[in-house]
DNA sequence: TAGGGCTGTTCGTCAAATCGAACGAATCGT
DNA sequence: ACGATTCGTTCGATTTGACGAACAGCCCTA
């Protein structure tokens, strides 16, 4: 994503114009699928203006690509992080840890954690940014993860998700309870 | 995610206010840090109008949240699917199970699958959506996964991310293998 | 009660985004 | 070779978004 809101017309200008090879339609009927003036369209993917959400909407469904993605860079690359690696959060109460495998890059809107997580006191979770959505599959081990008041015994394969914006746990009931977290900001 | 372009306005007043609550700040000093008119910022909470995205960006700049929140209704569910629950794909090769546990609802911009694969004939999977990205993390067994011509081998906890436009493959090298796919409609 | 500080709204003005038409260039078919 | 069609760009005219000031309402204090 731009750092300033100045990079952000060019952004899009880019974004307009592989989209729009992409589909292999031309300027004009881009324009009149969206049913803005082509001039308008021409002078958006030379990076001059500034367009009003209405029009980047209109083009996004003429173009058949989600809103976002006009605003957001392509990325795309492969990377791999073995068991051992990347960057681990321990908890404060210890017997759980937390490897980022694919941290929020800006303008994205999810991480992606692998936990692994020892029996002992609960591990607490104060609630997260608003909005935020949490996807937790077992991988091995037991445990019981939700929300602290409505938490749900898992077992290796079982899938849960829940709002992240309340207080939630992470509590393992077996020795060395392994699962992936996809942490949404929806 | 609006239907149409028309909604998109009101979508975004509605965005704006609960994010403006959220935040506890007064509309004059969202509109004092986002560095626009309070009087602009006040039109666009009411409904009237048709922001820029120099606009939207300098507030969500200012609210603290991602660019697509604006446009973006909320949303959060509880919900548990048990291993041997959920709609289960079965690949063409068979020895392959695919198991959607959060499809991508409207707005949104990634699925969540659970993966059991058997070892056979390599799955190979034709691209998808432009822009897909796709990230794997192993819970059991040993697999060959990637594109199909740079393909890792992942171990128990491994992870992997790749695009998921370009031709790829899922290829078990022990029984039981199975883990977590993460398929991100950037 | 009068004052100051804050809230959010509404007004007129200006700049800019959008539009429609005309333009030169390139391709195609007769 | 010539018109016909399409391409993308540029131009002036119009619409509209963004701004700044003035506004009424609220709360607290002197």
Redesign the pocket.
Known sequence: MADNAADVVSLIAASLRRERARTGL????VARRA????????????G?????V??LWALGVALGVPFSRLVDPPRRVIQVIRAGEGPVVHSEQAHYEATMLASCPPGARRDIYRICAQPGPPRASQPHMPGTLEHLVLSTGRVLAGPTDEAVELWPGDYVSYPGDVPHIFDALEPDTTGVIVMEHV
């Open positions: 031309s300027l004009t009927e049913g803005i003036a082509k001039s308008t369209l021409s002078q958006l993917e030379s001059t203006g500034n367009p009003s209405e029009t």
